[in-house]
């Protein structure tokens, strides 16, 4: 007369079934949602104080190696330019000059080369000084210094000037790429510790708990790296083409000198056919 309604030993009932499959479903679902907002763009977006991986120290940290980033992209731009124009036209500056048969016409073919080139600077120093030392021939400067040393030191000056020029930047490479992943990875202890004292007050230790803030501390190390990287590599790629320059600059300032003190370019041991050797003072450059 009565109906037996108790469940068979090793079933479970239809709604316990549901419920116990929809829960495991539901955390796992949560999980894997809190997980996937971690991220850069959810460090950047979720700038807050009490943040612990993007507070005020975080912040800063961002905006300096963004600053490094934009440095760095800016003279790795200008000394990619600055090199490549210099590099395709030294050349034919200097055959050009030295093909030139009459050294004022030479002189004024320098005058008129843009006033970023270094060659033809160069030249007009040694060309204003070889001129003053002859206005000056008789003075007590002539006494002092003959013609190869005034010419020597006016020529050690133009290049020392325009050497410095083409450092430029340099410093502010190789300053990026030597504290841009220290600054990143400031970020990144920071981030962590501030995540695992939040963990340690809540008393959950669960992989996603922990994770999550951990890995997301982590992007500032990425970033600084990121930053760095570039300006290492363009730092030595410019130092070795800068080294190419500057030996050009050496070789173009002793034919010079020679020349100027001479009279003729001395060449492979033998003097080239001889030229006006005391030409007029170059006029006034901006």
């Known amino acids: 007369m009565f109906q037996d309604t108790s469940t068979p030993a ?7 079934d549901a419920a116990a499959v929809a829960a495991p479903t539901l955390g796992t679902n949560s999980n894997a949602a809190a997980l996937k907002e971690m991220g850069f763009s959810h460090l950047i977006q979720n700038y807050n104080p009490a943040n612990p991986n993007f507070d005020l120290v975080g912040a800063i940290v ?10 760095s992209i800016y003279w790795i731009v200008l000394n990619l330019i600055r090199n490549t124009a210099i590099r395709s036209r030294m050349n034919s500056i200097m ?23 270094p060659f ?13 030392h002859q206005r000056h021939e008789g ?12 010419i020597d030191r006016a020529l050690r000056q133009a290049v020392a000037r325009e050497s410095g020029r083409l450092e430029g930047g340099l410093t502010v490479l190789a300053t990026v790429g030597s ?34 803030p951990v890995g997301e501390a982590l ?22 083409s800068n080294r190419v320059i500057l030996a050009r600059f050496d070789e173009f300032a002793h034919d010079l000198h020679d020349f100027f003190a001479t009279g003729s370019r001395v060449e492979a041991g033998a ?16």
């Not at 033809?120 to 003053?132: M, N, R, V, W």
């Not at 003075?139 to 005034?150: G, I, K, P, Q, T």
């Not at 790296?225 to 300006?231: E, G, M, N, W, Y």
Request: aromatic content about 10%; some cysteine.
């Open 95 to 117: 055959r050009t000059f030295w093909e030139t048969p009459s050294a004022q016409e030479a002189i004024r073919f320098m005058e008129e080369q843009p006033a970023s080139e």
């Open 179 to 212: 504290t841009g992943p220290f600054v990143g990875l400031l970020g990144t202890v920071w981030g962590i510790y501030h995540a695992l004292i939040r963990i340690s007050a809540s008393g959950d230790a669960s992989m996603s708990a922990v994770a999550g």
């Open 139 to 150: 003075s007590r400067l002539v006494e002092a210094l003959n013609r190869s040393e005034f």
């Open 10 to 16: 090793g079933s479970v009932p239809p709604a316990a």
């Open 120 to 132: 033809s600077k160069i030249a007009l120093d040694c060309a204003s000084a070889a001129a003053h």
């Open 62 to 71: 961002f905006v300096t190696l963004c600053l490094f980033s934009i440095m």
């Open 271 to 286: 003097p080239a056919p001889a030229r006006t050797a005391a030409p007029a003072a170059p006029a006034a450059r901006k």
């Open 219 to 240: 992007i500032m190390t990425a970033f600084g790296l990121f930053v760095a990287i570039p300006a290492v590599l363009a730092y030595n790629f410019f130092v070795r």
